[in-house]
């Protein structure tokens, strides 16, 4: 295996790992969260894993019924308004807003790890979604009934 030139070396390694597995959301989520282990430390992406999925299991708890309109409401409600997931406004460019573990922590990110953060939680509670790469910018989008909407 090649070895690191400009990164951890655990960071490289741990990522290298979940390539093969980087198709599937929850192979995506764990390279993203080996990739701060490049600045930060102790990160544990199974842990990141778990602080999604307990997300998941309050909303899940919530739910009268898997019609996807409650689905998403209760989705948005935890992430958006009690939670207070949003971007980065004041401070887009600081690399923290690229790390996981940190977006957790301080509820800031970038849209890449903000729908990354969605789509793992929406995907857990059965809806299905899509990263979208939009010219200069990053959503999500849902395939609900017959259309699509898009999350920004």
């Given at each position: 295996?090649?070895?690191?030139?400009?990164?951890?070396?655990?960071?490289?390694?741990?990522?290298?790992?979940?390539?093969?597995?980087?198709?599937?959301?929850?192979?995506?989520?764990?390279?993203?969260?080996?990739?701060?282990?490049?600045?930060?430390?102790?990160?544990?992406?199974?842990?990141?894993?778990?602080?999604?999925?307990?997300?998941?299991?309050?909303?899940?708890?919530?739910?009268?019924?898997?019609?996807?309109?409650?689905?998403?409401?209760?989705?948005?409600?935890?992430?958006?308004?009690?939670?207070?997931f949003a971007?980065?406004?004041?401070?887009?460019?600081?690399?923290?807003?690229?790390?996981?573990?940190?977006?957790?922590?301080?509820?800031?990110?970038?849209?890449?790890?903000?729908?990354?953060?969605?789509?793992?939680?929406?995907e857990q509670?059965?809806?299905?979604?899509?990263?979208?790469n939009a010219?200069?910018?990053?959503?999500?989008?849902?395939?609900?009934?017959?259309?699509?909407?898009?999350?920004?």
């Amino acid at each position: 295996m090649p070895q690191p030139v400009h990164c951890h070396p655990r960071a490289f390694h741990l990522f290298a790992g979940y390539l093969p597995s980087i198709d599937s959301s929850e192979g995506l989520l764990r390279a993203a969260a080996a990739i701060s282990l490049h600045e930060l430390d102790g990160v544990d992406p199974e842990q990141v894993g778990r602080r999604l999925g307990e997300f998941a299991g309050r909303i899940r708890a919530r739910l009268r019924s898997n019609h996807v309109q409650a689905v998403l409401a209760h989705l948005h409600e935890v992430l958006f308004a009690e939670e207070g997931f949003a971007g980065n406004v004041d401070d887009y460019f600081n690399p923290y807003n690229s790390y996981l573990p940190a977006v957790l922590e301080t509820r800031l990110g970038i849209p890449i790890t903000l729908s990354l953060i969605y789509k793992v939680v929406g995907e857990q509670l059965g809806l299905r979604i899509e990263g979208v790469n939009a010219p200069g910018h990053f959503m999500a989008r849902l395939r609900i009934d017959d259309g699509i909407m898009l999350v920004d």
